[in-house]
């Protein structure tokens, strides 16, 4: 389970243009405060953020308190935990940081995605969409047009179908499947994910 990185914009950041900000110009409910950074902001000028990095400077005690804080809103009230929810809103709106974007395959993580899809030579990758409404295929040759379609709630997957990523809704991690031996070392060192082993599955502070 690869997790998905916070981004931590520059200084440089208006949410009040188009460019920067994905909601400008939108007018939501009149709510001048809404806003994320675009794809091409973050690639061009955000940096990417680790879960290990803001567990240690945010003061929490594991990777499954901050998937916790993320998921606060989506859970029914018993189970939701305001003093991590406001622990992680504190430090990310005090550090220009912004959560991972809810179920998307984020810039960061394509670029990664993209490397290690050319490393091990696939000639076709496959990209469905969530309601198999607007699926895609590219050559090994096109793989670089993935950055450009700002992936939302895909699977990706190779033709032999050896290599597989999803999403999906109300989820701050990206699944990757394969049949090839990869070892978290160099899927971490190589390729810059943060990996959760399957055995280490999140669960939820319930105090």
Request: aromatic share 12%.
């Amino acid at each position: 389970m690869i997790l998905n990185p916070f981004i931590k914009v520059p200084s440089t950041y208006d949410k009040n243009l188009i460019e920067h900000n994905i909601w400008a110009g939108e007018n939501i409910d009149e709510d001048d405060t809404v806003d994320y950074p675009s794809n091409e902001f973050i690639l061009k000028s955000c940096f990417e953020i680790k879960w290990k990095e803001i567990m240690r400077n945010a003061g929490f005690k594991s990777i499954n308190e901050i998937n916790h804080a993320l998921i606060h809103n989506g859970l029914i009230k018993k189970f939701q935990n305001e003093e991590l929810a406001d622990k992680l809103y504190v430090f990310c709106n005090s550090n220009s940081t912004y959560y991972p974007p809810d179920g998307d395959f984020t810039p960061f993580n394509t670029l990664k995605a993209i490397r290690l899809i050319k490393d091990f030579c696939f000639d076709k990758i496959e990209i469905l969409s969530e309601f198999d409404d607007n699926n895609i295929e590219l050559e090994i040759t096109e793989i670089d047009r993935m950055i450009d379609l700002n992936l939302r709630t895909v699977t990706i997957f190779s033709r032999d179908k050896n290599l597989l990523f999803t999403n999906h809704w109300d989820s701050f991690m990206t699944i990757l499947s394969t049949n090839y031996n990869i070892e978290q070392e160099i899927l971490e060192n190589k390729y810059g994910f943060e990996i959760i082993k399957p055995g280490n599955s999140f669960t939820l502070d319930l105090r």
